[in-house]
């Protein structure tokens, strides 16, 4: 009898990254793939060697990952989930290494924003590495006096690695969120009775005041909007794009017609997905 083929799940990143601790904590029955760029992720869950992907969108200290808003649109898969997992950052040394030694500490460019301000103040250069797991496993085959790695704490286990010190995040409320993501064909709708997120992509005419008009909809048909932001599609300045958040499914009343009047004021509109709200919307909304 052969085994049944093991589920796989694609992150950006190596063995030990924020992203692989999010998969392990929601998705501890699939097989991590880690591969080496959000591209490669992508690509992994859009040609089937993967059956989703669990993707970091936003830092709640370091903002938006932009490579995402960027790979979203147009890669034919939808978002069917969001987590949000509390980071911890740790300063991490080969064994003997006083925090004193350390002049220098490697670390993902978003890692190293949430930890800006600890990393001045202990007078430690940050060095820009293309993961933080990845920086940990480096720095534990290199042993380079001085330096250190900023990762998970699974990360200083998995390389050997001792940690020096331990929340180096700047604001005790960091955290990440992560979506889940799969191709079409696997969409399955949530229940009915299910409190949803919808995301979309729109861009809009080059007019006066349309952000305006297109936008003017959610407040009428009582739509909670999470988030909006806008990016460059293409390097062309007058084709500005914007992501949004809110709250419910397009086949909702108001938010039917809040779209159906965002389409007038918009050249392209693209719903990336409706998925489950995560209760930890509404346990953050009672903190604040």
Known sequence: ???????????????????????????????????????????AV??????????????????RVSDVHHLLPHSGLKIIGERFLPIEMNLMAPPGTRLSDVKVAASHAMALLQCRN??????????????TAGAARALSQSREP?????????AAELYGLEILKRNMEDARHNTTRFLVL???????????????????????????????KALGGFATNGVNMTKLESYI????????????????????PGLARALEELQFFATKLEILGTYPLDPFRRTDAQRS
């Open 46 to 63: 859009t040609s089937g060697e993967c059956e989703m992907g669990m993707i970091p969108i936003e830092n709640s200290v370091a903002g």
């Open 182 to 212: 799969t191709t079409e064909d696997r969409v399955t709708p949530p229940p009915v009775e299910t409190e949803c997120m919808t995301s979309f992509v729109f861009r809009v005419r080059n007019v006066a005041a349309s952000l305006y």
């Open 146 to 154: 001085g330096r250190a790695a900023i990762a998970p704490e699974v």
């Open 1 to 43: 009898m052969t085994s049944p083929t093991p589920r796989k799940i694609a992150y950006q990143g190596e063995p030990g990254a924020f992203s692989h601790q999010a998969i392990k904590r929601w998705f501890g029955d699939f097989t991590a793939a880690p591969y080496p760029t959000f591209e490669a992720a992508f690509a």
């Open 118 to 131: 600890s990393l001045r103040e202990l007078g430690i250069t940050a060095e820009v590495f293309h993961d």
């Open 233 to 252: 599609e293409n390097g062309v300045f007058a084709s500005t794009f914007f992501y949004c958040d809110v709250e419910g499914r397009p086949s909702d």
